[in-house]
C-alpha cells in the first residue's frame, strides 16, 4: 500500500509540476508590473557617495535602495530602508523628478513569484543625521564605501548606474549651490 501512495504522491507532483511549467512558460512578461521602489543618494560633508556592496558572492556596489510596502509612501520608504540596511536615520534632501526603471531577467522574475518585471525606483537625495555610525544589515550588505565621484567607474559597473549617478550629482551640485545644504 505505501508503494501505492507513493507512486500516486510522484505522479502528482509530476503533474502539478509540468502545469506549472507550461503556465510558468505562457506568462507574458511585459504585462507585468514594475514594483515600486526608492533609490537614496547620500553625500558626506567631502562631497563623497555611500555606495553598499550587496551580500551576494557577486560584489555588485549600487546606492542603497529598497522597496515600497503595501501602502507606504516613499518618504516613508526610503527612511525605513536606510535604518534598516544601515541603522541611520536620515533626512530627506530632495525627491528628484527622475526615476530609475529597470527590468529583471527571467530568473529573478521566477523567484518573484512573476509579481513583478523590475522596479521603478523614486531618487532621494538624503542626508545622515549627524553623529550616526553605519551598521550594516549583513543579511543584505556585506560592505559599503565613501567614494569620490572620479571613482564611480572602479564601483558602479552598469552604464545605467554610472549615468544615473552623474544625473543625481548635478542636482547635489545645485542644492549644494543654493545652500540648502
Request: hydrophobic letters at 40%.
Amino acid at each position: 500500500m505505501s508503494t501505492f501512495i507513493y507512486l500516486f504522491c510522484k505522479l502528482q507532483y509530476i503533474y502539478i509540476r509540468l502545469i506549472y511549467i507550461n503556465v510558468v512558460e505562457n506568462i507574458n512578461i511585459e504585462n507585468l508590473p514594475h514594483r515600486k521602489g526608492v533609490q537614496a543618494y547620500i553625500f558626506n560633508e567631502k562631497d563623497e557617495l555611500l555606495i553598499v556592496c550587496g551580500a551576494s558572492e557577486d560584489k555588485f556596489w549600487k546606492v542603497p535602495s529598497g522597496g515600497v510596502e503595501v501602502e507606504e509612501s516613499l518618504e516613508t520608504t526610503v527612511k525605513r530602508e536606510m535604518k534598516e540596511e544601515l541603522s541611520v536615520d536620515t533626512d530627506i534632501l530632495k525627491k528628484l523628478d527622475f526615476k530609475n526603471k529597470f527590468d529583471w531577467s527571467r530568473n529573478v522574475i521566477e523567484e518573484q513569484s512573476f509579481k513583478y518585471r523590475g522596479q521603478e525606483q523614486t531618487i532621494f537625495i538624503v542626508r545622515i543625521k549627524k553623529y550616526q555610525k553605519i551598521v550594516l544589515d549583513n543579511k543584505e550588505l556585506q560592505d559599503y564605501a565613501w567614494i569620490k565621484f572620479n571613482d564611480i567607474n572602479n564601483y558602479l559597473k552598469l552604464e545605467s548606474q554610472r549615468d544615473m549617478a552623474i544625473r543625481v550629482l548635478k542636482e547635489y551640485k545645485i542644492l549644494k549651490k543654493n545652500s540648502y545644504l
